[in-house]
C-alpha cells in the first residue's frame, strides 16, 4: 500500500496539533498515491501549511520522503524493510526483536514519528513488530499505524480489529492520546480509490460491548498514539475488553457517589432497559426463525459504521 488522501489527512492534523514528524521511521519504503483535485483538498483543509502542500505535487506512485519532509516538516525520514529491494535505509526483519538485531545505536528509542502505511498485516509476528514500533520511538513521539481492518481477505496475513490497538496502546505499555480511525473507500486498491470516509472508532470497554464491523466496502484503520514513558511492552499480555468484563468480580468502580447528571441519565436508561424488555416479551412470542432472523437484523444495524454508538465522521 502507501499514503493515499485519508492518512495524509491524518497526519497533517497530527502536525497541526504540534506533533513533530523531525526524525520519522517508516514501516517499509512507502509511496505516495495523490490526485491533483486532492492535493488542492488537503490545502483547502489545512490553510496553514497551504504553501507546503502546493508546492509538492509528487506523480502518482513517488516514493513518499519528499512529500514527508515538505509537508509534514521531516528532517530525516528513514524506512526498515526486511530487503533492501525498495532502497530501505534499514534492513531489518520485524518478525525479529529490533534490540537484538545488528542495527545502527541511533535507531531504537530515537524517532519522533514510527508511522505504517500498509505494511503490518504482511507480518507474520504482530507482537513483535508492534513491540519494535514502540521501541523505536523516543518518549513524546507519535506512532501511527494505518492497516486492514475489512474487506481486505487475501492482502496479507490479517486484518485488523479496533480492539486489538484500544487494548495495546495504553499506559501500561507506555502510550496515551490514543485514536482509532476507519478509513472507508469504494475498491480494493485504496490507491485508486478517490472517494474516502473517516470514522472515529469508540472503544469498547468504555461502550459495554463489542464494536464489530460488517462493510460492503474495505476499510482501512489507523490507530495513533503518544508514547508516554520508556516501559517493557506487554508485560502483562493484553485481554479482549468484553471478557475483561465478564471475569472481574470488582464491583468498586460502581461505588461513587451518583450525581444529578448521572441520575438523569439512569433514569432514561431504566426507561430504555424497560422498552428493551418489553420487545424482547414480544419476539419471545414469534415463531423461532423470526426470532434469529430480527437477532441477524439487530447484529448487523449494530456493526454498520452508521451505528453512532460506535462510530462517528472524523473531522481533523
Known amino acids: 500500500m502507501g499514503f493515499i488522501c485519508g492518512n495524509l489527512?491524518?497526519?497533517?492534523?497530527?502536525?497541526?496539533?504540534?506533533?513533530?514528524?523531525?526524525?520519522?521511521?517508516l514501516l517499509g519504503r512507502q509511496q505516495v498515491f495523490l490526485r491533483p483535485s486532492e492535493i488542492e483538498g488537503l490545502a483547502k483543509e489545512f490553510p496553514e501549511f497551504a504553501i507546503q502542500i502546493r508546492s509538492c505535487k509528487p506523480a502518482f506512485g513517488d516514493f513518499s520522503e519528499v512529500w514527508l519532509k515538505t509537508c509534514l516538516?521531516?528532517?530525516?525520514?528513514?524506512?526498515?524493510?526486511?530487503?533492501?529491494?525498495?532502497?530501505?535505509?534499514?534492513?531489518?526483519?520485524?518478525?525479529?526483536?529490533?534490540?537484538?538485531a545488528d542495527v545502527p545505536s541511533d535507531v531504537v528509542g530515537t524517532y519522533d514519528a514510527?508511522?505504517?502505511?500498509?505494511?503490518?498485516?504482511?507480518?507474520?509476528?504482530?507482537?513483535?513488530?508492534?513491540q519494535n514500533?514502540?521501541?523505536?520511538?523516543?518518549?513524546?513521539?507519535v506512532l501511527c499505524l494505518?492497516?486492514?481492518?475489512?474487506?481486505?481477505?487475501?492482502?496479507?496475513?490479517?486484518?485488523?480489529s479496533p480492539e486489538l490497538f484500544f487494548r495495546v496502546l495504553q499506559p501500561e505499555n507506555g502510550f496515551e492520546n490514543l485514536e482509532v480511525l476507519l478509513l472507508r473507500h469504494p475498491f480494493p486498491g485504496a490507491e485508486l480509490s478517490g472517494s474516502q470516509q473517516i470514522y472515529q472508532?469508540?472503544?469498547?470497554?468504555?461502550?459495554?460491548?463489542?464494536?464489530g464491523i460488517v462493510t460492503s466496502s474495505p476499510v482501512m484503520i489507523i490507530a495513533s498514539a503518544t508514547k508516554c514513558s520508556d516501559v517493557e511492552c506487554f508485560r502483562k499480555f493484553p485481554q479482549q475488553s468484553d471478557y475483561q468484563k465478564r471475569w472481574s468480580t470488582d464491583g468498586a468502580e460502581n461505588s461513587h457517589a451518583v450525581s444529578p447528571n448521572e441520575r438523569r441519565y439512569t433514569a432514561f436508561a431504566q426507561l430504555r432497559r424497560a422498552l428493551a424488555y418489553l420487545l424482547r416479551s414480544l419476539k419471545s412470542k414469534l415463531p423461532i426463525d423470526?426470532?434469529?432472523?430480527?437477532?441477524g437484523m439487530e447484529q448487523r444495524a449494530a456493526y454498520s459504521l452508521r451505528n453512532r454508538k460506535h462510530f462517528k465522521v472524523w473531522k481533523p
Not at 514510527?114 to 508492534?130: C, K, Q, R, T
Open 73 to 100: 516538516g521531516s528532517e530525516i525520514v528513514d524506512s526498515v524493510d526486511a530487503s533492501d529491494f525498495e532502497g530501505a535505509t534499514i534492513v531489518h526483519d520485524m518478525n525479529l526483536d529490533i534490540d537484538q
Open 133 to 141: 514500533c514502540m521501541r523505536l520511538l523516543k518518549t513524546g513521539g
Open 146 to 160: 494505518a492497516t486492514v481492518a475489512n474487506n481486505y481477505c487475501g492482502h496479507g496475513f490479517y486484518q485488523f
Open 9 to 25: 489527512r491524518v497526519l497533517l492534523s497530527h502536525r497541526r496539533q504540534g506533533v513533530s514528524f523531525r526524525k520519522t521511521l
Open 201 to 211: 472508532v469508540k472503544d469498547p470497554l468504555q461502550v459495554g460491548s463489542r464494536v
Open 114 to 130: 514510527v508511522i505504517d502505511a500498509g505494511s503490518l498485516e504482511h507480518i507474520f509476528n504482530v507482537p513483535v513488530a508492534l
Open 290 to 295: 423470526w426470532q434469529r432472523s430480527l437477532s
